[in-house]
């Protein structure tokens, strides 16, 4: 009677193991970060030293090894360096793929969305897992979407991103041009500044993207990035009526459905 149900208990727990995450093996980036998946991801813990995970019913904090290894650095120094501690959103989900409901990317487990810190002195609160279930990003521009505000927007987001750029691993970090315009303001010519890219949105959390690790031969990396800092002419454009036009244009726009994202085989192997 015991082995009945001990075998199947056994069988469960060595797929479950086996499926999420197999700590002798690598991970693997298979594809583009907008049509992709992930071998052996790991799962980040959902506290941390100097970060808690937000929205855990959502099971979207699985990632490649290295994402994962470049999380627990750079919370390590905001706790250490501002005794704060981050909230992390989506990573991905298990093994990756398309969720098409908020994200084209996040395919690949290399991409990771942080919320910005507020000002004030409630970032290193620890919060319960019920209490980050209705937490998400909210904006702390001002309301015509022009500058930060001054009243929400912590200065130390300028160190953290700073870290984050800095580290080998980023390729880049999608931030919205006011707070690209912000940091450029703040930081000058600083060469990490390249690493910040203007995007819609993005304006209550920051995206940061690895790049694809080294060996993952099957991952495909984005373009290589501009030279210069983009803060001169090209971040201005996105204050430009032209840029508004587009981007309405293209919220009008159907969003992508599932079926035409094309997955590599290994994907759809596993997805
Ligand atoms: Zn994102």
């Known amino acids: 009677m015991k082995y009945t149900i001990l075998i199947p208990v056994l069988f469960l727990s060595f797929y479950t193991l086996s499926v999420a995450q197999n700590p002798f093996e690598d991970s693997e980036a298979i594809g583009k970060y907008t049509a992709g998946c992930v071998l052996n991801p790991r799962q980040l813990p959902v506290d941390g030293f100097g970060y808690q995970v937000i929205r855990t019913s959502r099971n979207r904090y699985y990632g490649h090894k290295e994402l994962i290894q470049f999380t627990e650095r750079l919370s390590t120094k905001v706790r250490s360096n501002y005794s704060a501690k981050l ?32 000002k004030g002195n409630g970032n290193n609160q620890y919060l319960s897992i019920s209490e980050r279930e209705h937490l998400s990003p909210k904006s702390l521009l001002n309301n015509s979407k022009t500058d930060v505000n001054p009243n929400k927007w912590s200065w130390i987001n300028g160190e953290v991103l700073k870290i984050a750029a800095n580290d080998k ?17 703040k930081y000058k010519k600083e060469d990490w500044l390249q690493k910040l890219r203007p995007w819609w949105g993005h304006d209550g959390h920051f995206h940061v993207r690895i790049k694809c690790p080294e060996g993952d031969n099957k991952c495909i990396s984005s373009p290589a990035l501009p030279d210069g800092t983009g803060c001169g002419s090209d971040l201005n454009w996105w204050f430009s009526k032209k840029a508004r036009d587009e981007h309405y244009k293209k919220k009008l726009s159907s969003p992508k459905k599932k079926e035409e994202v094309k997955l590599p085989k290994e994907c759809l192997e596993i997805l």
Request: proline content about 4%; hydrophobic content about 35%.
């Open 87 to 118: 909230l992390i959103a989506d990573i991905t989900k298990r093994n990756g793929g398309p969720m098409l409901d908020d994200h084209s990317s996040h395919q690949t487990g290399l991409d990771i969305d942080i919320l910005y810190l507020k």
């Open 169 to 185: 691993s980023v390729d880049r970090i999608f931030v919205n041009p006011a707070i690209k315009k912000d940091l450029c303001d």
